[in-house]
């Protein structure tokens, strides 16, 4: 296959905002799909698409189920003391793999491609990387003080799926690019396929493409050989000046 890992940087696009040419058929949310006016008021379900109107799922089932669920973790975290559920792995091997089975298996970031992310931090001792499932990506700071990360970090990782294009969501799309033949040779990919990105506190994004799989399994050796690369350079270029103990004692080893 062939190896299009490659990145790009830009400005971290203002997805997420309420999408104007929803005209008006979704109300205005907040944080977590809440009333910005009313108190305790949560809008769920189709109500949910505002935001990701023509750009994604999150006005259908196989949307929207997700966007509940993150929703529901966020109100049991913040408001009764639940703690959010996330992950912890010790070293960049465990990271690893769970990262390439969550490209593999998950339906969420499938699904809600551009919008929802897994997130990966440095845990607050330094000795790991904590993992956030399936957060919607213009909530991450919010999300990430429900499991203890109460400043934001400097950089994080983001893992999902997301078209060709970087510079906005969605973007401008040539349909008739879809029936030439060198839409085939695109790098990154012009198709669906994952994406690794780095985000500074400034909201400066650096984006690690995966290759596109037409068959959505990404499961051959060069497929995971391109997501491998991909995750290590964004690991790099978001945690290289804050490497944990472990990772530290592993490189000196070597």
Known sequence: ???????????????????????????????????????????????????????????????????????????????????????????EGMLMAHVISRIQNSSALYQMHG?????????????????????????????????????????????????????SVPGPWDFDFMFKEERESQNPSLFLHPVMVAVDISGHQTHFHGDEDFRAQWVDDDQISILQTAMKDCLQACFAEDAPESDERNRADL
């Open 115 to 167: 919008h929802m992310r897994d997130i990966v931090v440095r845990d607050t001792q330094r000795t790991g990387y904590l993992y956030v499932e399936q957060i919607p990506r213009y909530w991450v700071a919010e999300a990430l003080a429900t499991c203890g990360i109460i400043e934001s970090p400097s950089c994080h990782c983001e893992v999902g799926f997301d078209y060709g294009h970087t510079m």
């Open 1 to 91: 296959g062939k190896a299009n890992h490659s990145k790009s940087s830009d400005l971290l696009p203002l997805v997420g905002e309420m999408n104007k040419s929803s005209k008006y058929k979704f109300p205005l949310t907040s944080l977590f799909f809440s009333d910005p006016a009313v108190e305790n008021k949560w809008y769920a379900g189709n109500l949910m698409h505002g935001r990701d109107y023509r750009s994604g799922a999150g006005g259908f089932i196989h949307g929207f189920r997700y966007l509940i669920n993150t929703q529901v973790n966020y109100i049991l975290a913040k408001h009764y003391g639940h703690q959010f559920p996330h992950l912890s792995f010790t070293d």
